[in-house]
């Protein structure tokens, strides 16, 4: 009875077979729950209504113990809902079975806590990891809770004599209380068996090599990818507001989680500030001059997204110190760029900050040529930041002088990030 009590979450408490009071405490919870009188003792057609119910539910999980011995891993698993598929290091694979909407993974290879942080970082790339929901990563191992509204996984991951075991359960919103109890008993009865892990050289290799897939696993990408620059040394970032709207979560340069800080629809300017203390290899002097026509300008941005991670720079030249409607405030520029270069920084011959890519306007009726583009101005970008407290040193603080063509691409590639929106 306790246990079939504990399986719908109305007992905590040890499994001893003692009717003490926590036990008489669920069973009354467990009859309010179910429209019946609390008297904290069950009828004899109560307890038939529970433990039938527990046994239809432990039949239709097909919990049993799995003994793994490829992967040295021994768990409780759901029999009936999933089945196994394939080997492909670090991973077992198991599929739904029976249109279940359960998959399974079990994780095993050699490591230390390197490597460890190395798969925790690995694990969130994947699909069915979804961005929110509470991480944990310790010395000795991680778990990641990730819902979402289209699937949910839980994942379990332990360190332990230089070997590195778990398992990942997947399920559909549909599976939630099935899950539950399913997690429950792989936490509790999920243990290291012998001493070896997973042959790196077991399983079939893919027939055709697959970019977005990693041990038979699809990688999740994000929504889109577009440009921002570091704006001082503690890590703050300028980009286009495009970048982070209806975004569940935001990353800088493919991993550092991120939160806005400023969102400003006028400008189309937004600020982000990294959830962990970043370290920039260069920052923004934001000029404070009105560059002429026809000076040069360089781009550094990332044209396709997160298909590259070093920032592409393109040169261009400054056509008017207006917006194409002659608007304060904006720049018009000549220059080949993509989508993905929007919110990078316009960097004149010095490198200082003269402006910020905008991105094209598609809401329009106008087709402008390629090259036609739209820049924030610096005294518009600068005012901004300055309403918000965020100004960032100008280009008066440093060194001017026009930059050979080299070292203006390496300090745009420093100053460059890679901003995700994940949805």
Known sequence: MQSALQ???????AIDGAFGAGTRRSMAAWQAAKGHEETGVLTTAQRAELLDHYRAEQAALGLEILSETEAGIELPYP??????????????????????GFRMLLISQPGDQTRLAGLYDLMQTLEIVPVEGERQLGRTGFTIA???????????????G?????????????????ARRVVEAMKAGFRPLGDRALDEGLGQPLTVERGDLVAGLAVRRPALSRTGFWLDAAGLVATTNEAVTGCAQVTLDGGYAADVILNDAAT????????????????ARISAAVPRPG??????????????????????????????????????????????DAGGAVLDSSGAVVGMLLPRDTA???????????????????NTLATAGLLPPTAAEAPSGQLAPEDLTALGRDLAVLVSCWR
Do not use: M, N
């Not at 029999?79 to 739904?96: G, I, Q, T, W």
């Not at 990730?146 to 332990?160: C, Q």
């Open 7 to 13: 399986w719908d979450g109305f007992y905590e408490g």
């Open 79 to 100: 029999s009936a809902l999933v089945e196994f598929d394939h080997y492909e290091p670090p991973f077992v694979h198991f599929r739904e079975k029976s249109g279940s």
């Open 146 to 160: 990730a819902p979402s509204d289209a699937l949910e996984s839980f994942t379990d991951v332990r360190l332990s």
């Open 162 to 178: 230089g070997l590195i075991k778990g398992y990942t359960l997947v399920w559909t919103p549909q599976g939630a209380d099935r």
């Open 268 to 283: 189309g300017l937004a600020v982000l500030k990294p959830q962990q203390p970043l370290a920039p290899r260069a920052h």
């Open 295 to 340: 000076a040069d300008i360089a781009i550094p941005g990332f044209p396709y997204e997160d298909t590259l991670d070093t920032a592409v720079v393109t040169f261009g030249t400054l056509a008017d110190a207006r917006g194409l409607d002659g608007e304060a405030g904006r720049y018009r520029l000549a220059a080949a760029v993509r989508a993905g």
């Open 364 to 382: 329009g009726t106008r087709i402008l040529p390629d090259d036609v583009r739209v820049a924030l101005s610096a005294p518009a970008l600068a």
